[in-house]
């Protein structure tokens, strides 16, 4: 699978004990518009998320940060050949002014996730029914 990170000063999020269901909420209304499914999993509040360049243990690729351009203009193979290596350099910081549309979808999202119940990580996270699922 692949992680997409969007840098948070895009939308300048606010701190809260619930930021994780935040987020959650957040991606999963941009994979929706996207037309794409994600594993909602990774969003708990104790997750870990690897440092950019080390090394999965299982695929012994690494997680290497691309920009927008590279992700548009390669194929799944030279992506996938480019994850072998470390990246030599680090990506620009964005320092743009925050976006609208990010905006107006972080509120939503925190409007949304505000009203859902309380659910514990055991009872909301199923398994997979296969490849290219959503896990809820």
Same mark, same amino acid.
């Given at each position: *699978? =692949?992680?997409?990170? %969007?840098?948070? $000063?895009? /939308? $300048? ?12 909420? =957040? !991606? ?6 996207? *037309? #794409? !499914? ?14 950019? $360049? ?11 940060? =691309? ?15 480019? #994850?072998? @290596? ?7 910081? =964005?320092?743009?002014?925050? %976006? ?5 979808? /972080? ?18 996270? @199923?398994?997979?029914?296969?490849? *290219?699922? %959503?896990?809820?």
């Amino acid at each position: *699978g =692949f992680h997409v990170g %969007i840098p948070s $000063n895009m /939308w $300048n999020p606010k701190a809260s004990p619930i930021f994780h269901k935040y987020v959650r909420e =957040f !991606c999963s209304g941009i994979a929706k518009a996207a *037309g #794409a !499914c994600i594993d909602t999993g990774v969003f708990s509040r104790l997750r870990s998320l690897r440092a950019p $360049n080390t090394i999965h243990p299982k695929t012994d690729l690494r997680k290497r940060p =691309f920009d927008g351009e590279e992700i548009r203009s390669s194929s799944l193979e030279e992506i996938l050949d480019l #994850a072998q @290596k470390p990246r030599p350099k680090e990506l620009p910081v =964005f320092d743009g002014h925050p %976006i609208p549309t990010l905006v107006s979808l /972080w509120e939503k999202a925190v409007k949304d996730a505000d009203t859902l119940p309380f659910r514990t990580m055991t009872s909301s996270r @199923k398994h997979s029914s296969g490849p *290219g699922k %959503i896990f809820a």
